[in-house]
């Protein structure tokens, strides 16, 4: 059984930092891809990040968070981490991160999710 469980949301101001964390119980994801979405009032899930660090280092970034965001890994820790900074009221959303098989940008390509950490940015 995987868990995962999602910190670091928050109230910010409009270009702020905030690093979100997901830690995962259970069998490690050091051979899958790790990813994280958001999710507005009224919106679809959408795609914000992914990575996956077992040989080759491959990562995707959405284009709306493309040099604002980096994803990366504690291995030891087994945790995920998603460095946001210069934050925009649009990046309001919860934010869940996922474990999957590869890198996609697809939600259901993924198989365990978290319960979202909620993130408010005002302007």
């Known amino acids: 059984q995987v868990q995962l469980v999602e910190s670091g949301g928050g109230l910010v101001q409009a270009g702020a930092s905030l690093r979100l964390s997901c830690a995962a119980s259970?069998?490690?994801?050091?051979?899958?891809?790790m990813g994280w979405f958001r999710q507005a009032p009224g919106k679809e899930r959408e795609f914000v990040a992914a990575?996956?660090?077992?040989?080759?280092?491959?990562?995707s970034y959405a284009d709306s968070v493309k040099g604002r965001c980096t994803i990366s890994w504690d291995k030891a820790k087994n945790t995920v981490y998603l460095q946001m900074s210069s934050l925009k009221p649009e990046d309001t959303a919860v934010y869940y991160c996922?474990?999957?098989?590869?890198?996609?940008?697809?939600?259901?390509?993924?198989?365990?999710w978290g319960q979202g950490t909620q993130v408010t940015v005002s302007s």
């Open positions: 259970g069998r490690t994801f050091s051979n899958y891809a």
């Open positions: 996922a474990r999957g098989p590869v890198v996609t940008t697809t939600p259901g390509s993924y198989d365990y």
């Open positions: 990575g996956r660090w077992s040989g080759i280092i491959n990562t």
